[in-house]
Nanobody, 122 residues
Framework: QVQLVESGGGLVQAGGSLRLSCAASGRTFSSYAMGWFRQAPGKEREFVAAISWSGGTTFHADSVKGRFTLSRDNAKNTVSLQMNSLKPEDTAIYYC???????????????WGQGTQVTVSS
């Protein structure tokens, strides 16, 4: 079992940056692919980015491609989402999640954190 705790959210002006982190407990972290999803008020949860267990493969949603970068450190049991050039439409609760395979589908992720709020002001 994997427990996930996100951090790094906050309030930032448009064009600014934030770095979200997800700390995982458990010895098997390195065997899991990790993903980030977000949910804005009144909207469905959407895929943001995912990374394979080794970190060798990453993919990002078109809406964040070129602005967000996902990375992981298996030695520290952490995954990080660097968010640059933030836009008001990036405002949402951001969740990290763990899956046996990197996927864009939230249903494929068995473990979820509690989420961290990101607010981008215009």
């Amino acid at each position: 079992q994997v427990q996930l705790v996100e951090s790094g959210g906050g309030l930032v002006q448009a064009g600014g940056s934030l770095r979200l982190s997800c700390a995982a407990s458990g010895r098997t972290f390195s065997s899991y692919a990790m993903g980030w999803f977000r949910q804005a008020p009144g909207k469905e949860r959407e895929f943001v980015a995912a990374i394979s267990w080794s970190g060798g493969t990453t993919f990002h949603a078109d809406s964040v491609k070129g602005r967000f970068t996902l990375s992981r450190d298996n030695a520290k049991n952490t995954v990080s989402l660097q968010m640059n050039s933030l836009k008001p439409e990036d405002t949402a609760i951001y969740y990290c999640a763990a899956s046996r395979t990197a996927s864009v589908r939230s249903d494929d992720y068995a473990y979820w954190g509690q989420g961290t709020q990101v607010t981008v002001s215009s």
